[in-house]
Nanobody
Framework: QVQLVESGGGLVQAGGSLRLSCAAS????????MAWFRQGPGKEREFVAA????????TYANFVKGRFTISRENAKNTVYLQMNSLKPEDTAVYYC????????????????WGQGTQVTVSS
């Protein structure tokens, strides 16, 4: 299995920034795609952003476009999510995911998941 470990979550005031990291325990195939999802209290898991290990493919949810940036550092098998201009509604557990089928926004398209990191945005 591919083990994914998220880090970087925490408490931040509205308008602040955080950078989340997702480290893979083994190098993923070039065919793998990496994504961030989030799940707020009482809500379903929702797509945030996705990227390919190679090539220019990036995809963002509309509600984070312009505020969040997904990036990768291939040599470290690490994917990042830079979150700026955070809002209270961004409060959620953020999950890293890996899948083979593309930079999909669907939960079912991802085979591997991290355990999540909590992001709390206060007003």
């Amino acid at each position: 299995q591919v083990q994914l470990v998220e880090s970087g979550g925490g408490l931040v005031q509205a308008g602040g920034s955080l950078r989340l990291s997702c480290a893979a325990s083994r190098r993923t195939f070039s065919s793998y795609f990496m994504a961030w999802f989030r799940q707020g209290p009482g809500k379903e898991r929702e797509f945030v952003a996705a990227t390919s290990w190679s090539g220019p493919i990036t995809t963002y949810a509309n509600f984070v476009k312009g505020r969040f940036t997904i990036s990768r550092e291939n040599a470290k098998n690490t994917v990042y999510l830079q979150m700026n201009s955070l809002k209270p509604e961004d409060t959620a557990v953020y999950y890293c995911a890996a899948g083979r089928n593309g930079a999909s926004s669907y939960v079912s398209e991802y085979n591997y998941w991290g355990q999540g990191t909590q992001v709390t945005v206060s007003s």
